[in-house]
Structure formats: structure tokens, C-alpha cells
């Protein structure tokens, strides 16, 4: 018997703005499978990689200087795959979410064994109707969270309904979804994206680190990172304010993926261009967890790296001046319109 679905909690804000804390380049991708990269996922000393529709066929097997070593086949075919995550017992799950033009009766995640390729489909349906999904969180118990990418509206979090986890997902399904919270992001002022302010709203990725205590969300332009001591994903998502950090102008960042050792990588779709490199956070678990700040932003001495700033070590914050009201009205005026923006080409996108 299915569990009603519980009441959605609401998070909101920017996050807690790290300034001191940056992003290091570490490969440029070679393979033009990659081009329209929008997954990533670390397991067993190996990264994959995986573009949405047109090229997720196929995940991209690579080394630690993004040489492709490999590829294994996608076992079904899928129609737009826009994130990936790994199970708790290493599987590889490919979210099969994506859906700009909000027109598809189910959604689906899909299995996949690196060791042998073989694996299922496992169809969901929304309670609400069609969503855009780009970013897909998977539970050190196991249980998947989806975050909607929504333009001008808050982010849904669902996960399966009774929070099934993912051994116990039908096959092919489907398994009804509920929604469990909503996430507001942003807009900040971070440059990057297909287009100004409105890209730095739209949640286009997720991952979780190994031991499943820190969740990460990006947007076109930042990253936002939740500690989950207990594990409870859906909990740091709504009632904790998350670390925020800068990304690298990419032309179209959609990949995020913890490394066993809590470093975070990204990655981003060439946009036309040539493939953007590989970007990684060092200690970015780390900076989640030691965070406890509730407002404004933290600037990280440069000696200190990564660790703590002499005030925040005194029990003191560093933050700055809160923007005038006027001009956080015109912020979100602005965030209106790129979003808009943003809607349109998305849409123009084929299958993506």
C-alpha cells in the first residue's frame, strides 16, 4: 500500500556565497559524444560521461585526463537523458527526465551495470502533470529525488511514492512519483549560460558524494552544496541554507559528479563551440559540512585555501552589505525575462 505523500516543504534564497573558494580546470573532454554533455558520475576509479538526447546512446568511459577508455551502450532507447547518479551498490542510474516541451505521459530512470552493460528501464509518472528534469539525486538508502527544472516557478523535489527505493522500482513500470519539497534557486549575478540572470535560476544538475551526507545542485552559473549529516537529502534541501560557489563561465553547464575523495567535478555542454573543459572543486564536502552560516557571504583567506577564514574561526562572519530593495527588484525583473529567454530556446532545442 503507497504512503500519502507527505506535505512539500519550500527552500529559498542564493545560499551562502564562498568567495574564496574557486573551481581548478583538470581535462578538456575529446570526444565529440561529449559535446552535449549533461551527465556525470565517478565509480569504481572510473568517470562517465553521458550527453542528452541525440547522443545518450551511449556513456563515455574515461581516465582522469578525460581520455575516452570506453563506452557501454545504453540498454534501452531513451528519449532525453539528462543527468546520472550512482546506486549504492555501484550501478550506474541514467535519469531519463528531460522534457522542455512538457509533453511526456511518464518519465524514467534507467539501470546500467559498468561491469557488464546489461540493465532495465524503470518508468515514473508525476503526480501534476509533465515537468523538465535535469538533475537527479540518488539517497545513501537508495531512494532517487528528481528536481524539476522549472522556468519562473520553484523547482519541485519527488521521489517515488511510499519512498521506494531504487531495488524496488518496477520494471518497466510505472511507479507513481510525489512531491516531497520545492527549491528555489537564485538569480544571482555569476555570469555564464545560454542567457544573462535567468540561467543562474534553472537547476541543471545534481549529485550526491559517496557517503551520501552532502548533496549538490547546480545552475547554469553556480553550485549550491547541502550538508545531510543523517542522510536525509530531502531535509537539507528545504530547511538548511546551502553553501554557494561560483562556476567557471561555461557556455552550458549541465554535469556535476562527486570523486570518492569529496572533490566536485563540472562539466558543461560546447554550445556550438569547442567542448569546455572538466572543472573540479577540491574539498567541496569539506565546505559543506564546516559551514553553518546563515546568511551573506564568506570570503576564504588565501592562505587558508579551503579551510576556515580567521573571523569564521572566532565564530564571526564575513558579509556583505545587503543590495538596496530597489535593485533586488530589478534582479528578479531580469531574472523574469531571461527566463523567458531561456524558455524559448530550450524549446527550439530538438528532443533536448
Excluded at 105 to 126: C, E, K, M, N, W
Aim: glycine residues 14%.
Amino acid at each position: 500500500m503507497l504512503l500519502a505523500a507527505p506535505a512539500a516543504a519550500q527552500s529559498s534564497g542564493s545560499g551562502v556565497l564562498v568567495t574564496g573558494a574557486q573551481f581548478e580546470q583538470v581535462c578538456t573532454p575529446g570526444d565529440p559524444a561529449l559535446a552535449e554533455l549533461s551527465g556525470l558520475a565517478v565509480a569504481g576509479g572510473k568517470t562517465y560521461g553521458i550527453g542528452d538526447s541525440g547522443t545518450d546512446d551511449a556513456v563515455v568511459v574515461m581516465d582522469g585526463d578525460c581520455a575516452v577508455t570506453g563506452t557501454l551502450s545504453v540498454p534501452v532507447d531513451p528519449y532525453d537523458i539528462e543527468d546520472m547518479g550512482v546506486g549504492p551498490d555501484g550501478r550506474l542510474w541514467l535519469s531519463d527526465a528531460g522534457d522542455n516541451e512538457r509533453v511526456r505521459s511518464t518519465v524514467a530512470l534507467i539501470d546500467l551495470d559498468p561491469a557488464t552493460g546489461a540493465g532495465q528501464l524503470h518508468r515514473l509518472t508525476y503526480p501534476d502533470g509533465p515537468h523538465d528534469a535535469e538533475a537527479l539525486l540518488i539517497q545513501r538508502d537508495g531512494v532517487p529525488l528528481i528536481v524539476t527544472k522549472e522556468v519562473l516557478a520553484t523547482n519541485g523535489i519527488y521521489r517515488p511514492a511510499g519512498a521506494a527505493a531504487l531495488g524496488d522500482l518496477a520494471s518497466p513500470g510505472p511507479t507513481p512519483l510525489e512531491r516531497v519539497g520545492d527549491v528555489r534557486l537564485g538569480p544571482t549575478s555569476t555570469p555564464g549560460g545560454p542567457v544573462p540572470v535567468g540561467g543562474s535560476t534553472l537547476v541543471t544538475g545534481g549529485a550526491v558524494s559517496a557517503d551520501g551526507t552532502v548533496a549538490a545542485l547546480r545552475t547554469y552559473t553556480d553550485v549550491y552544496l547541502y550538508s545531510a549529516p543523517d542522510g536525509d537529502l530531502v531535509r537539507a534541501l528545504t530547511a538548511t541554507t546551502p553553501v554557494r560557489v561560483a562556476l567557471p563561465n561555461q557556455p552550458q553547464g549541465e554535469a556535476i559528479a562527486f570523486t570518492p575523495d569529496g572533490d566536485l567535478l563540472a562539466g558543461s555542454e560546447s554550445a556550438g563551440g569547442p567542448l569546455p573543459p572538466v572543472q573540479i572543486l577540491r574539498g567541496a564536502t569539506e565546505l559543506a559540512r564546516s559551514s553553518s552560516w546563515s546568511g551573506g557571504s564568506v570570503s576564504l583567506s588565501a592562505s587558508e585555501g579551503h579551510g576556515q577564514d580567521p573571523a569564521q574561526a572566532s565564530g564571526e562572519t564575513t558579509e556583505k552589505p545587503s543590495a538596496p530593495r530597489w535593485s533586488t527588484a530589478v534582479l528578479g525583473v531580469g531574472a523574469l525575462v531571461a527566463g523567458l529567454a531561456t524558455f524559448a530556446l530550450v524549446r527550439r532545442r530538438s528532443r533536448s
